[in-house]
């Protein structure tokens, strides 16, 4: 347990805040935004004051004020601090735009998903690698998807609509991290048996959006599922000539909106048939995404209203439980 009555460590503080440990420690060094006591004069351990001078300049920087006019202003709410001779209007408007996910419409979310806005907002790399290991060994993957990355990346999705061309930096940047920390997952899972016919991930011909499926991939792999990702935007063709060749026992096709949905791509693969003769057999068709809602699936197509679903029905035709693996 952190020593409270010398308060907490950077790492701690760190983690409250939704930053790394390392710009922690780059703001006191460039900036002077430390504790005003160090345990045994060299180790950093923060107050409460402290860490509310940390919190106001989190505060600032997500709203664009640069960090060294940040630092001025947040030294101010540390009790005893000098206050400055001039008002620093900038900062304060500053304060009343953040909210406590760096400005983004949240709504009712997790800690973490605040935490991971307010990193995002920053640009802070490294500290939205953190917390979304932290989130993802917590939670687990389908917590870790559903509650803390999907809550974030709507909110910053909803920003950049609105906001014109801002933003766009912020979704990309989380984007990437966010795919980064599911491969990592995925690379991670127990081997697949090479023998079990693999499940074939695709986005439809159009559709780039390829990390939900990159959520399932690693759910998959959780489980030791053996999977083939072929990522965005495959061509109809592509698609087909992939079923032939690997003989999928399932076809998971991912599409965002209705404009992009291909119900006659979907309906084709759920009737190519592939195996021995007296023996053939076709795969299981998930229509997964939103693009898909409005109408009822035929035939050998099922459409899974969430990762965990969709986990399930996979895992359930190789004769695992539900669940299996952990949460999945």
Known sequence: ????????????????????????????????????????????????????????????????????????????VRPGAARPTAPLEAPRAAVRRAGPGGGLPLGDVRQECRGLARAAVRLDGPAMEALLQEALAEHGLVTAWEEVMVPTLHAVGRKWESSGDRYVEVEHLLSWHVSTALRRGAATG????????????????????????????????????????????VPAEAVDAAVRRLGPAAVVLWSQARSTAHHALARHVAGTEFGVRGARTAPLVLLAGPGWRGRTPAVGLVRPTGLREALDVISGLYGEPPGAAGEG
């Open 1 to 76: 347990m952190p020593d409270t009555a010398h308060g907490i460590t950077t790492g701690a503080v760190a983690r409250r805040l939704g930053v790394s440990p390392t710009t922690v420690r780059s703001w006191d060094q460039r900036y002077g935004i430390g504790p005003a006591v160090r345990a045994d004069g060299r180790h950093r351990r923060w107050s409460p004051a402290d860490v509310a001078m940390l919190e106001e300049m989190c505060r600032l920087t997500a709203s664009g004020v640069p960090p060294a006019e940040a630092a001025r202003a947040a030294r101010q």
């Open 190 to 233: 127990p081997a697949a048996t090479p023998s079990l016919a693999p499940v074939l991930l695709a986005c439809v011909p159009a559709e780039q959006h390829t990390l939900p499926l990159e959520a399932l991939t690693a759910g998959l792999a959780e489980r030791g599922l053996p999977t083939r990702m072929f990522g965005a935007a």
